[in-house]
T-cell receptor, first 111, second 112 residues
Framework: LAKTTQPISMDSYEGQEVNITCSHNNIATNDYITWYQQFPSQGPRFIIQGYKTKVTNEVASLFIPADRKSSTLSLPRVSLSDTAVYYCLVGPMDSSYKLIFGSGTRLLVRP | DSGVTQTPKHLITATGQRVTLRCSPRSGDLSVYWYQQSLDQGLQFLIQYYNGEERAKGNILERFSAQQFPDLHSELNLSSLELGDSALYFC???????????FGQGTRLTVV
């Protein structure tokens, strides 16, 4: 299981772009990078998943450099409702995948 | 609505008692995961089942046990409850080839 390292917390203001970087130096060839969002007292929610380069959906973008040893979740124009904990997970896309969460990054969006 | 159903939503019980938490995964999902989250703590992975078989075990106490039934629903049994077992317990499910896991709303267990 690839170890991931994320900042413990980040602060931002409404309307700004937020970039959260996750380090995963020992990522395996068949590992994918997945990000989840969790609000207080709720279960995590899938945000985005990627293998290499860039993935974009209606919520976020995921940037993965060529060496794949890190990844950056980009949230465009955050709002107060984006205040949450964001988790980076790394693992293969098969039934052996262990859905284990680290400490995550606590994002606080201020008015 | 994630499609994952957990019951009950809330549970209050006394120390020393035993409770059973239930999880119905999304239709067709073969993997079920259980987590414990204490107040302001991270998600602690407890156990994972895949198509009825235990696939991975995390920091699950011996007082806790789980199983996944042929209809794929899962139960988490917590016995000899202690005050420290008070937490939110989440269940998640994912398909055979995992692209996304879906979480239930959780069961809030309070041990008094």
């Amino acid at each position: 299981l690839a170890k991931t390292t994320q900042p413990i917390s980040m602060d931002s203001y409404e309307g700004q772009e937020v970039n959260i970087t996750c380090s995963h130096n020992n990522i395996a060839t068949n590992d994918y990078i997945t990000w989840y969002q969790q609000f207080p007292s709720q279960g995590p929610r899938f945000i985005i998943q990627g293998y290499k380069t860039k993935v974009t959906n209606e919520v976020a973008s995921l940037f993965i450099p060529a060496d794949r040893k890190s990844s950056t979740l980009s949230l465009p124009r955050v709002s107060l409702s984006d205040t949450a904990v964001y988790y980076c997970l790394v693992g293969p896309m098969d039934s052996s995948y262990k859905l284990i969460f680290g400490s995550g990054t606590r994002l606080l969006v201020r008015p | 609505d994630s499609g994952v159903t957990q019951t009950p939503k809330h549970l209050i019980t006394a120390t020393g008692q035993r409770v059973t938490l239930r999880c119905s995964p999304r239709s067709g999902d073969l993997s079920v995961y259980w987590y414990q989250q204490s107040l302001d703590q991270g998600l602690q992975f407890l156990i994972q089942y895949y198509n009825g078989e235990e696939r991975a075990k995390g920091n699950i106490l011996e007082r806790f046990s789980a199983q996944q039934f042929p209809d794929l629903h899962s139960e988490l049994n917590l016995s000899s409850l202690e005050l420290g077992d008070s937490a939110l317990y989440f269940c998640a499910s994912s398909g055979q080839v995992n692209t996304e896991a879906f979480f239930g709303q959780g069961t809030r267990l309070t041990v008094v």
